[in-house]
């Protein structure tokens, strides 16, 4: 990893990314550094980017020029293969509505995760069933999806998320499927996690949840950062 100027390790570096969509710029030369620890919020108006740039940290996208670099790995250089190790082994995804599979339980959904990077199914599952007591799930553990409340679902997706011990925690609008009850379920789980040293990029419409979580807020404008600044975060 790199260090930056204040001495931090930075985890993300971005530099001049641009992302073409056939006429359309969705990302217009974006730099950004995020270093080890930090809880940044990424804030636009719908169409600004966001996604677009969790999807370049998080390799589902190539940049269509400048650099991605996560946690020493050029992410733009990556094959298909080594995207795909990437992902599961580096990057953590916490998304809107959850993308749980259906069919299995909380506890193999979450098991899944690790056993997809070779792990055993028993150390995966004893892997999972930690997570689960630290979430304070392990009573749903073998639940399926559809009897889970929103909150409860959000939970196994963070468990899943956290599975293999990733680099950096990305959350797509964690709490905009759930009610205000669960989000702030939600909000404390990802501000204890930033606390004990967790990476976190989150994109938010949310200036409560932003300013509850994060330490640094990004606001994207048009495919380019139009500001950056330091949040205290709310109690």
Known sequence: MVTDDSGGETVVRLDGVRKEYGGTTALDGVSLRIRAGEAVAVMGPSGC??????????????????????????????SEKGLALYRRRRIGMIFQFFNLVDDLTALDNVALAAQLTGSPARQARRR?????????????????????????????????????????????????????????????????????????ILVTHDEHLARRCASRLVLLADGRVAGEHTLEPSA
């Open 49 to 78: 980017g966001k996604s677009t740039l969790l999807n370049m940290i998080s390799g589902l996208d190539r940049p269509t020029d400048g650099t991605v670099v996560v946690h020493g790995e050029d992410v733009g250089k990556l």
């Open 128 to 200: 999972a069933l930690e997570l689960f007591e630290e979430l304070g799930i392990a009573d749903r553990r073998n639940a399926y999806p559809a009897v889970l409340s929103g909150g409860e679902r959000q939970r196994v997706a963070v468990a899943r998320a956290l599975m293999n011990r990733p680099a950096l925690l990305l959350a797509d609008e964690p709490t905009g499927a759930l009610d205000s009850r669960a989000g702030e379920q939600v909000m404390d789980l990802l501000l204890d996690l930033n606390q004990i040293g967790q990476t976190l």
